[in-house]
C-alpha cells in the first residue's frame, strides 16, 4: 500500500530531477570528495522545491516523517538526504517514542559532516536522552561521537558543563580531524555563555587537548 511518506517522497523525487544540473553536480561531488552523487541543485533552489512538496504537510505522523527519511537515505542523490533533515528538524517535536532510533540510524548511515551537524543540533539536541548519548560518546562510532559532542551546541545556558568537559575530555587523545574539530566548536559555542570556563579548562588541560581543538575553542576569545 502507498503511504503518505511514499507519495511525498515521489513528488519530491520528480521536481528534484527537473532541476538536475549535470555540470553543478560535478562540482558537488568533488567538493564533497566523491562520497556522495548530486543533482546539483543549490540549496535555495532545492529548499523552494521541498515547498512545494511537503510545504502543506503540516501534521504527518512519527511514523510517516521515519518514513519519509529512511526513503530518502535510500537514494542516491545527496539532496534527498538534505530533504529528509529539513523536514524532521521543522517537525521534530512530532517524531515520537524512537526518535533517538531514527536519529542513529541516519547519523550512521552514509555518514558526513553535512548531515551528521544537522541531525545531531536540530533533532538529537533537542531530544537528547543522557544514557543514550553516553552511550554514542564511547560507541567506537565516529559519526556517533562528534554528535554526542556536539549536540548541546543550541543549548546556551542549559548546556550540562559538566558532560560538555567530560566528553572533551574523552576524546581529546584522538588524533581524527572530525573529533579534534567538534571539540572546539562545542568548547567555543558554550565560550559564548561562560567564557572564563572555557578558558579555564583549556589552560587545565592544555597538554591533552589538540592545537586544533584549542585554538577554535579560544577563537573568540583572544
Known sequence: MTTEA??????????????????????????????????????????????????????????????????CWARDERELQYAACDTIVRHVNRLGPDALGLAEDLITTKPWWDTVDVLASRVVGPLAERPV???????????????????????????????????????????????????????RQYARVDPDAVRTFVAAHADELSGLSKREALKRLT
Open 133 to 187: 548519548i553516553d552511550r554514542w560518546l564511547t560507541s567506537g562510532d565516529l559519526w556517533l561521537e562528534r554528535t554526542a559532542i556536539l549536540h548541546q551546541l543550541t543549548y546556551q545556558e542549559r548546556t550540562d558543563a559538566d558532560f560538555l568537559f567530560r566528553a572533551c575530555l574523552t576524546h581529546a587523545p584522538s588524533t581524527e580531524f572530525f573529533l579534534r574539530k567538534a571539540i572546539g566548536w562545542a568548547l
Open 6 to 71: 511514499d507519495r511525498r517522497l515521489a513528488a519530491l523525487v520528480v521536481v528534484l530531477e527537473a532541476r538536475a544540473d549535470p555540470q553543478r553536480a560535478a562540482t558537488m561531488v568533488a567538493y564533497m570528495k566523491g562520497h556522495f552523487a548530486f543533482l546539483g541543485i543549490p540549496s535555495a533552489e532545492r529548499r523552494a522545491a521541498q515547498k512545494e512538496v511537503l510545504g502543506d504537510w503540516k501534521a504527518p505522523s512519527a511514523e510517516d516523517l521515519a518514513a519519509f527519511a529512511r526513503g
